[in-house]
């Protein structure tokens, strides 16, 4: 059988291994738009403050090893279901029997400008490299980024450990708002402006401005801030072009049935560019994530396969550590019953709704997060439990955060 993967994230690398530990004879081919080996992107920040290669999560001889043709630079730029075959930005066309689509996401960027040369991002590892160079070689000492979730406070930690003066703006009225509550992410906030970021909230960029090269941002307000470097962290949006005269069905991610089928006969779609039902609520949406995309990939596998295995839904979760205190956050932030313990700089909030947990946030000690994660996965009545919940030695020594957490 011929497997081509398009994308050699964490879903294109998980689907390939999984197949591969089930099917030593399928040809597999893996394509790649960027120049690079696999890599994680959660490890890049610190790949450019500690110079840890730990964001190439997988060794130079990966490849070979697992019995993957692997094509970097290649972009693929048409989908033919019919024809069961791709068409290359070369105009190669490559057959194959079994398709899967692994293409994540990019920067989305809905400000008037958004285009313009020397308007960076962090989406890619070429992206971090161009931004990291312009502080190396001493020509960006201030910096102005646009947004702030998680992806844009990853980036102004990063640029003030490069010893960079940073500008965030968010128009919202808190830090990452998809995954934060307002209590903690004012803790967030505060963490950050303690690190020199001067994050201004409730503050709307217009357009990006510069001539011919971005220089700054015109604010809702009329004001005009400037810098050195001008970054957009403002979300992602599915890689979705090559899908555009393909027929498959997409409408904000790639539509998938529960073994990650997608409209199309043989073809499998997993990470970032799918939409999923959420494991918790059962609402189908983006879900943006590390973990997501290895658990799909691995679905995914199994399914090229023959095993016929069901896709159980996706997580909500994130954490921050560069922050000098770790938060993390997973789930839902609203739910008809909230436990709180505050101790010290410790924050532990749990969201229950119908006795069972459906998210939690941890500021500080964040020791109980694996068994809460546990709890929640398995839609645990936790009503026995609930006086226990908030006890600080709750969940102690459990591993299984530290094991979801391991691929940074
Ligand atoms: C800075 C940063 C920090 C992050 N931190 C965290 C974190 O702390 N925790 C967490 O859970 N998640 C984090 N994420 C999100 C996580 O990295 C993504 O969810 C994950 O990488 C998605 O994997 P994927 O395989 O679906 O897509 P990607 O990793 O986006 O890989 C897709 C690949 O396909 C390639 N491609 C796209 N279109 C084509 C084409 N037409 N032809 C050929 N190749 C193509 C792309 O260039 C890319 O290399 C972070 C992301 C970033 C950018």
Not at 36 to 55: C, V
Not at 245 to 271: C, E, K
Not at 291 to 317: D, K, S
């Given at each position: ?88 930005a070369s105009g190669a066309k490559i057959p ?101 970021v001067d994050v201004r909230l409730n503050t ?84 943006a994530i590390f973990p997501n995309a290895t ?114």
């Amino acid at each position: 059988m011929k497997i081509i993967i398009i994308g050699a994230g964490p879903a294109g690398v998980t689907a390939a291994e999984t197949v591969r530990s089930f099917d030593r004879r399928s040809e597999i081919s893996m394509l790649t738009d960027e120049p690079y080996l696999p890599y994680s992107p959660p490890a890049m920040a610190d790949h450019f403050i500690f110079h840890t290669d730990n964001h190439l999560w997988r060794s130079a001889d990966w490849p070979v090893q697992t019995g993957v043709n692997y094509l970097k630079g290649v972009r693929v730029v048409e989908i033919e279901p019919d024809a069961h075959q791709i068409r290359l930005a070369s105009g190669a066309k490559i057959p194959y029997d079994k398709l899967v689509i692994a293409s994540g996401a990019r920067l989305y960027a809905p400000v008037k400008g958004a285009e313009m040369p020397g308007v960076y991002n962090f989406k890619s590892l070429s992206a971090a490299e161009s931004i990291v160079e312009k502080v190396r070689s001493g020509q960006a000492r201030s910096a102005l980024i646009v947004g702030a979730g998680f992806i844009g406070m990853e980036i102004a930690l990063l640029l003030r450990e490069l010893g960079v003066e940073v500008t965030q703006i968010e128009m919202l009225d808190q830090v990452m708002a998809a995954m934060l509550d307002a209590e903690t992410a004012a803790i967030a906030v505060a963490l950050m402006r303690a690190h020199g970021v001067d994050v201004r909230l409730n503050t709307k960029a217009d357009e990006f401005i510069g001539n011919g090269k971005a220089r700054g941002v015109r604010l809702e307000s009329g004001e005009l801030l400037t810098a050195d470097l001008v970054i957009a962290a403002t979300g992602v949006k599915p890689n979705l072009d090559l899908l555009s005269s393909s027929g498959i069905t997409f409408q904000r991610g790639i539509i998938v049935d529960n073994q990650l089928r997608t409209s199309a006969p043989d073809v499998f779609a997993a990470g970032d560019c799918i939409e999923s039902p959420n494991l918790v609520t059962g609402e189908t949406g983006l879900h943006a994530i590390f973990p997501n995309a290895t658990e799909q990939g691995h679905v995914v596998g199994m399914n090229l396969a023959g095993l016929q295995v069901r896709y159980e839904g996706a997580e909500r979760m994130n954490s921050l550590k560069h922050l000098g205190l770790p938060i993390m956050a997973a789930g839902e932030k609203q739910g008809d019953t909230i436990l709180q313990n505050k101790t010290g700089t410790n924050l532990r909030t749990i969201y229950l709704r119908d006795k069972r947990i459906v998210g939690f946030q941890l500021v500080g000690d964040i020791g109980a997060a694996g068994v809460l994660h546990a709890l929640m996965a398995q839609k645990s009545d936790v009503s026995h439990l609930e006086a226990r919940l908030l006890d600080p030695g709750f969940g102690e020594g459990m591993l299984v955060w530290n094991a979801i957490q391991s691929y940074t």
